[in-house]
């Protein structure tokens, strides 16, 4: 299974991006897919995580109101859509699978993890 994200980049504080990550598994249409970030010296953080048919999703406190996750299984496709970007969101965001039923909020249930992709917030 290989994950790929894109829509990293530099952007001002209070602006927005939009991250999106494809996979090549089979098995997409029932896994529950997250989002992770991980910034220098941190711990890999969960954002937000969305199930199989996007009917629950689950974010961080840090990031609610502000980003939001959706998935388009045709597509096999999984996006966050990040606005008021802070300096404090700086990190690389990593998307996962996981052929769960539950929306884990840690990093260690989750299968398949995709390089990441770099976000970088100016003040």
């Known amino acids: 299974v290989q994950l790929q994200a894109s829509g990293g980049g530099l952007v001002e504080a209070g602006g927005s991006l939009r991250l999106s990550c494809v996979s090549s598994?089979?098995?997409?249409?029932?896994?529950?897919m997250a989002w992770f970030r991980q910034a220098p010296g941190k711990e890999r953080e969960f954002i937000a995580g969305i199930s199989w048919n996007g009917g629950s999703t689950v974010y961080a406190d840090s990031v609610k109101g502000r980003f939001t996750i959706s998935r388009d299984n045709a597509k096999r496709t999984v996006d966050l859509e990040m606005n008021n970007l802070q300096p404090e969101d700086a990190a690389i965001y990593y998307c996962?699978?996981?052929?769960?039923?539950?929306?884990?909020?840690?990093?260690?249930?989750?299968?398949?993890w995709g390089p990441g992709t770099l976000v970088t917030v100016s003040s």
């Open positions: 996962a699978e996981d052929g769960a039923i539950v929306i884990f909020t840690r990093p260690s249930p989750y299968d398949y």
């Open positions: 598994s089979r098995t997409f249409l029932s896994d529950v």
